[in-house]
């Protein structure tokens, strides 16, 4: 889900082509196209949602059931009737059918009115960290029936969540809060370090309907706003008091390349094999509309800096994404499914082909530059070198993966316990289950029979809605050498 682009005018670009003859190859087979949304009676079909899992359940709090907004006849805001009011909980299972719990929010206390309002909002920053999950700001209608971003960090303690939601027993003392400028932002990423600081990465400031932001030409005015933070922030929170959350800013990183949103990012493993970085890709959008292509790395250690030698293709847009470490070459290995992207892979000719950029709304033809993808790519980052390899005759069963959520499957093995990223060397030599991929945005951009050469929709007039395919996701890593 998106909110609104800078204002300005683009360059008109159709059909360019980056030659991609590449002799690196796929590092392993990722398949994903079986649809086993059967086995999950009566789970939630959201996107822009955060996440977390206990105890071999998943935990989902706010997003929305509806599709993208403004588009293919879609709402152009984000009203409180597509939000996602309870709190979820499935209970995959490996043989048979998956249970469900949910709790609608209304029956939190009144004195927790503003976490209701965050907890139904979309496009939240959220980490899990241990036991509690962490969930900073998000953009959506309050219950004046205002339009806003949140200043809100709010924590669950997630064993005490799940035991009273599936027991019905209170769940308020499960949930602490606190109100802070620092944390207000939607479409940004949250992450914490081995310094036990947290990063709140990018995101923006939204006031406003979005349909009075386009009635006022994309500018703002003391009606409707829109401001990027621009900034990577370190913050400190604490328990300042019983039963409450403290924010204290302890740096601030600024960049042009940093006021983007909708962002991929993820944690990564250092040469040592142990310590833990960041990196964040993609994210728009850019001064001429388009995305965000070059990747930021940090550390605890290292300030955030942007890679000035390589620039992303595929997925520039908040996708579900899936990260491996390899010790043995010291490589990260990121795999991104589907999303929005400036590129796609043409598998006929081996190359990376841009999407055709042209005209502008109020035109008879449009297309934007930015495109809904079915394909998957894997961004692998050495010691020496990183390119991005895209899964050969492999496609999602659909066009998935936009803001939704790739759920790992029990067993995989982490690296550390307590970070997502899965040690690549357990999996040698086998296929196995790797996890799903979970809710987000279906997208239909090629008018009936639906095929690659199907007439395209023009931009804005794509049908949309939320997912209701959970895809599960398969990987098959060749043995060692």
Known sequence: MTFSRLAGCAAILVGTFLAASTPHPVPFTIEASEDVSARFPGAPRLQ?????????????????????????????????SGANDKIWIVEPSTTGIARTWSVPLRKLPASFGEVKDQWMSSNLAFFQDKETLYLAGGYGQDATGAWRTYPLLSAVHLPSLVKAITEGSDLSEAITYTKSPLVQAAGGELMKLDDGLFYLIGGHVFTGSYRDFEAAEEKSTPKVSQQYTGEIRKLRVTRDVPGRLGV??????????????????????????????????????????????KPIYWSAARPPRVAEDYEQKMSGYSCARLAFFDPDSNTMLTTFFGGISRWNWNEDRAE???????????????????????????????????????????????????????????????????????????????????????GGIRAFPKEFPYRDDSRPYHSGNIPTRSSEMIVAVYITVPPAN
Do not use: C
């Open 48 to 80: 822009s949602f955060a996440w977390g899992e206990w105890a071999g359940k998943w935990i989902f709090i706010a997003g929305r059931t509806t599709g993208y907004h403004g588009v293919g006849g879609q709402e152009a805001d984000f009203p409180r």
């Open 248 to 293: 204290a800013l302890v740096e601030s990183y600024t960049d042009p390349e940093f006021a983007r949103r909708d962002l991929n990012a993820t944690l990564t493993i250092q040469p040592d094999g142990h310590t833990l970085g960041a990196a964040a890709y993609g994210g728009v959008f850019t001064q001429d509309q388009l995305g965000f292509s």
């Open 352 to 438: 990376f082909q841009a999407a055709p950029r042209v005209g502008s709304k109020s035109e008879a033809v449009y297309f934007d530059g930015l495109q809904w993808i079915d394909q998957m790519t894997t961004l692998v980052r050495g010691p020496q070198e990183t390119y991005e390899v895209v899964q050969p005759s492999n496609r999602l069963p659909g066009y998935l993966g936009t803001n939704a959520a790739f759920l790992p499957a029990p067993g995989m093995e982490r690296i550390r316990p307590e970070a997502e990223v899965f040690d690549l060397r357990p999996l040698r030599g086998k296929r196995a289950l790797a996890g799903y991929i979970y």
